[in-house]
């Protein structure tokens, strides 16, 4: 049993910031993610894409901008309770308990959830499937373990045409496929790859993968003429979208909107003494940016401090006027 005053369920940058801010405000913090490490959707997706919408940032890759968050919460030393998924949820008058599916039971005085668009999974690609971690990829959050090999994108959304444009420089060999000849990413990121030395093929689909120990070869068809390829790869990044849903915080008995958690203007939800922050988090002329989960995170952990710290104030002062 792990024992702490706020528990942050969610290590994206929302949560990221919960940590440093219940720091400021004295508080001992855990953090708990699923992944593997912090930094969310942004780690995960698109860790080398430019974010453009944070104050003071005029333009920030999504990696740059997890590390400076994990830096700012370092001060305060927040305990990382990585790889494991929330599970069950019970709450006492003064104490929430969270298990997880991993089996570790965090004691909290208060819960923030912060959990963005809540579990999410990759989608995966129908075939090859035996040779997850051993070249087949959903996942970029490191771009130079592919530097040097041939790599096959499939998808036809903003993250396969980002990371065929942030892997060009590094890779051998880029090759693009999507199963339509219409793409959803957006049109101006389309034509850079179009321009760059990218091969870029549609109709096309993965047939099969082959390989002994890793990935060493795919086999692609053409979906209208049934033509067939044999390309030599050793990566595949199949970047075909992704599953989101509240997992097993869907029944933890939280009011619920369209799968997100409904909160009040101090970031209540309807169960005693737990919050919720982010993208996760809904109400009435909610605005989804890394902004607005900035300013809302630090009103739950305020308004959470005078129930963890009974006769505490909501407002602690500005951070300029604090030693």
């Known amino acids: 049993m792990i024992e ?7 290590a994206g940058p929302v949560g990221l910031f919960g940590a440093y801010y219940a720091g400021f ?8 993610d699923s992944l593997p490490e912090p930094g969310g959707q942004v780690t995960a997706m698109y860790p080398e894409k430019l974010i453009y919408d944070v104050a003071g940032l005029p333009a920030v890759k999504g990696q740059e901008l997890v590390d400076r968050l994990v830096e700012q919460a370092g001060q305060f030393d927040p305990a990382y309770l990585l790889g494991q998924r929330a599970e069950v ?46 070249g087949l990829r959903y ?7 592919l530097a040097d090999l041939d790599v096959l994108i499939v998808g036809g959304g903003d993250s396969a045409f980002d990371w065929a444009i942030s892997l060009e420089p590094l890779a051998r060999s880029i090759t693009l496929i999507h199963r339509r000849t219409k793409f959803r ?3 101006h990121t389309v034509e850079r790859v179009r321009t760059s030395r990218v091969r870029l093929l549609t109709p096309w689909e993965v047939r099969d993968v082959a390989g002994d120990d890793r990935i060493e070869a795919v086999e692609i068809v053409n ?5 067939s390829e044999r390309i030599e790869v050793q990566a595949v990044v199949a970047a075909l979208g992704f599953l989101a849903d509240l997992g097993p915080m869907s029944r933890w008995g939280l009011d619920q909107r369209k799968r997100h958690i409904v909160v009040d203007s101090a970031m209540r939800t309807n169960l005693p003494r737990v919050f919720a922050a982010g993208d996760i988090a809904d109400y009435d002329g909610k605005v989804k940016l890394i902004a607005t989960g900035f300013g809302e995170v630090a009103t739950a952990v305020n308004n959470a401090v005078p129930l963890i710290r009974p006769g505490a104030k909501i407002f602690p002062g500005h951070s ?3 030693h």
Request: aromatic residues 4%.
């Open 25 to 32: 405000r004295g508080l001992s913090v855990a953090v708990m």
């Open 320 to 322: 300029s006027d604090a």
């Open 139 to 145: 996942f970029v959050p490191k771009l130079a373990e």
């Open 4 to 10: 702490t005053d706020l528990l942050i369920i969610g």
């Open 89 to 134: 949820l019970d709450h006492g008058p003064e104490i929430v308990e969270v298990s997880t599916e991993q089996g570790l039971e965090v004691a909290a005085r208060a819960v923030l959830i912060t959990a963005g668009i809540g579990t999410f999974s990759p989608k995966r690609l129908p075939v090859g499937q035996e040779y997850e971690g051993r």
């Open 223 to 227: 979906n209208a003429t049934q033509e």
């Open 185 to 187: 990413a957006h049109e």
